[in-house]
């Protein structure tokens, strides 16, 4: 256990990224005998990691208090994207307009790190993916902004990964990984240029070919 950690951060980074991964499936009890001792803890630390995913809308208590992860729905999908599709290219025009060296410093380091999304991807690809847009959250300088922002990724996670899953090889093209690319360089040129007209116009553009979309395709399809 990272020696950095407190037990009940370590309890909840570790749950957190088995919901996340679908090592916890969806709609599953979550054995909290059994993976408290796994990590090698008290059931108290997992208990409080689990307020925590409950809070966060990762986690769902029944009425017998078994705790759940919670369900995929294609209506939670959509209205996670119609906020975002709103609310990202706000935060990016903010960002252009506040933006301070160090901020672009973050956003630049971020876009360097980040590594194509394919349908076999990691998690470690799509939280690199988060960092990108959180370091454009962080510089529009309002953090009531990033905090929303920040819960809607929470909630949306597990839905990027069911699009990443979803998508077949023929469908994530080099192409397609291409304009992804072209679209968080044009996002971080337009915050940089100070153009919040122009990032918010192209943030919108990557907004709509997001993830999230090809999972509400998923989950409707799998709902016929």
């Known amino acids: 256990m990272p020696g950095i950690l407190t037990k009940n951060d370590y309890a909840y980074t570790e749950l957190r990224s088995r919901i996340l991964s679908g090592d916890l499936p969806a709609g599953g009890v979550i054995p909290q005998g059994e993976l408290a001792h796994q990590l090698g803890l008290s059931t108290t630390p997992l208990r409080e990691a689990i307020r925590r995913l409950t809070a966060e809308g990762l986690v769902e208590l029944s009425a017998h208090r078994d705790a759940r992860v919670a369900r995929l729905s294609a209506e939670e999908a959509r209205q996670l994207h119609e906020v975002r599709e709103r609310i990202d290219p706000f935060a990016a025009a903010l960002a252009a307009e ?12 971020a876009l360097g790190r980040l590594v194509p999304i394919r349908s076999d991807t990691s998690v470690d690809a799509l939280l690199r993916h988060r960092d990108f847009h959180r370091a454009v959250y962080q510089a529009s300088g309002n953090q009531v902004l990033v905090d929303i922002l920040e819960r809607l990724w929470d909630k949306a996670d597990r ?10 090889p023929d469908e994530r093209t080099d192409a397609d990984v ?9 996002i971080f ?5 100070g153009d919040p007209v122009e990032a918010e116009l192209v943030t919108r553009m990557h907004i709509r070919g997001s993830l999230v979309r090809r999972a509400i395709s998923a989950l409707e399809g799998a709902a016929d």
Do not use: F, I, N
């Open 159 to 168: 839905y990027r990964l069911l699009g990443v899953r979803a998508t077949s």
């Open 189 to 193: 040129a337009a915050v940089a240029a």
């Open 98 to 109: 506040h933006r301070k060296p160090q901020d672009l410093a973050e956003m630049e380091d």
């Open 178 to 186: 291409a304009r992804v690319d072209a679209e968080h360089r044009a």
